[in-house]
């Protein structure tokens, strides 16, 4: 698709759509009044229902190979109707920073401890650095973002929001792992997706008659909550699952630290957020994370097989 390297395709098409995924939170910001969990469970089970309706014909040539490890269906399912209710209630008990923080950059960790330990894979020293790299970039522009933390919380619910953002980040990390896996049993990407979104749909939606106040209110409200499901949600992960066939779960995650840019770059340049000079620094850490993951490096194995 993106010439004859299978694996910088892979990369490029990740990369394509963690920006789509970036201008969610300036999409959303467009509808104040609806609840990020609202605006979450719809986006996520929209995109759903769309995935299982456009891989209908690929699902039913997939069906045998699905239902031989439904363990793993039924993880990444639940995975994906867990994310979006720990991710957005982890900034709103630990503010915006603390929630960002903690579930984004722990996504690729918690993949990366998935690969090795259940699926016995190694891990590079060039994913440790670009690791690094891209962590420290995602703190630097989170301190460098003046949006409103909450400060009137008290410790008991600031520690819940961290533990909610952690859940958060092995929600992510799981359904990514889950779709590798499916995809390396010989699943299409487009059935492991459907399959999982799908699954995750029937447990969202319902929770809209609880979160979903003034989400439909006029046409404006209709519009942002149609783009969140068709275009990130729906487009975006079919590129995403299509990509998991060229790269690991652990490269795709890291690569999906771009995400944060995308959004700290429209937030500032179409809702007029403010963004100091550490946040600028952390792009430039995050780029330089990127620049590993496209870059060809000698192979270095940085964590040993079990003997």
Known sequence: MFGNNPTTSGVLIVV???VIWGTTGTAASLIPDVSALAIGAFAMGGGGLLLFFNARHTLRQDKTRLLARPGLLLCGGLSVAIYPLAFYSSMRFSGVAIG?????????????????LISKKY???????????GTAGIVLMTMGRQDSVIQNQGHLLRYCGVGLGLIAGLGYSAYSWCARQMIENGVHSKSSMAGMFGLAACLLLPSLFLTGDHLFADGKHIAVAMYMAVVPMFVGYLLFGYGLRYIEASQATLITLLEPVVAALFAVFFVGEKFSTTGWYGMGLIAVCLLFQVVKWPVVKAWVPDS
């Open 100 to 116: 960002t923080v903690i579930s984004i950059a722990s996504a690729p960790l918690f993949t990366v401890l998935l690969e090795r």
């Open 16 to 18: 394509i759509a963690s």
């Open 123 to 133: 891990v590079s020293l060039k994913w440790f650095i670009s690791f690094l790299f």
